[in-house]
């Protein structure tokens, strides 16, 4: 059964300060995709990234990156020089059977709620 | 402008009052689905369906039931809700890259 974990329940760091979410995996699939979705206080759920298990190139997007390593079966979402807005709670999920799209079921782990103190 | 709506933003109701929570999305998306948060637990499937009148259920289908006769819309019906069933509730569709688009949520409680 996949499973996903986010072992971190809160953090808080002062603005500007780096952020690393962790996100662990478990799946017996070859071929799934994983992804950070972003539910800021007004609540909604916001699509990060999806990352392919057979991409395991690190992404960047702005002050956000992502390190993937199926070796730690690992999905990292790093927040550089973190502002007030970054304030959310981050959610990591799985979906398995990419390659039979339809099909797959999502897993979403707990969250982490991350609070940028100004 | 590509969205999921969902209605309503808000529900209180009493045990047992059947409720429907109703779901549309404008993007042709085949697959949707339902999921419920919960403090501590995450978000978890309740139902998906890939396509009309094709429904199947996720972790937690007990209490709920939901239909698909046509494409855009799937709602999630409670017949008899109970108050464990006092959640928060996004509806979602997902296009062919996988992306899932969430509707605003609907926090439902019920007495």
């Known amino acids: 059964a996949q499973k996903v974990t986010q072992a971190q329940t809160e953090i808080s760091v002062v603005e500007k300060e780096d952020v690393t979410l962790d996100c662990v995996y478990e799946t017996r699939d070859t071929t799934y995709y994983l992804f950070w979705y972003k539910q800021p206080p007004s609540g909604e759920l916001v699509f990060l990234i999806r990352?392919?298990?057979?991409?395991?190139q690190n992404e960047i997007s702005g002050r956000y990156s992502w390190n993937f390593q199926k070796s730690t079966s690992s999905f990292n979402f790093t927040i550089t020089a973190s502002q007030v807005v970054d304030s959310a709670v981050y959610f990591c999920a799985l979906s398995e059977d990419a390659s039979n799209f339809g099909n797959e079921k999502l897993t979403f782990g707990t969250g982490t709620r991350l609070t940028i103190i100004p | 402008e590509a969205q999921v709506t969902q209605n309503p933003r808000y529900l209180i109701t009493v045990t047992g009052k059947k409720l429907t929570v109703t779901c549309s999305q404008n993007?042709?998306?085949?697959?949707m689905s339902w999921y419920r948060q919960d403090p501590g637990l995450g978000l978890r499937q309740i139902y998906y369906?890939?396509?009309?009148?094709?429904?199947d259920k996720g972790d937690v289908p007990e209490g709920y039931k939901v239909s698909r006769k046509e494409k855009r819309n799937f709602p999630l019906i409670l017949e008899s809700p109970s108050p464990n069933q006092t959640s928060l509730y996004f509806c979602a569709s997902m296009s062919q890259n996988e992306k899932l688009f969430f509707g605003s949520g609907t926090q439902l409680s019920v007495l």
């Open positions: 990352r392919n298990s057979f991409d395991e």
């Open positions: 993007m042709n998306h085949e697959y």
């Open positions: 369906s890939m396509n009309v009148e094709v429904t």
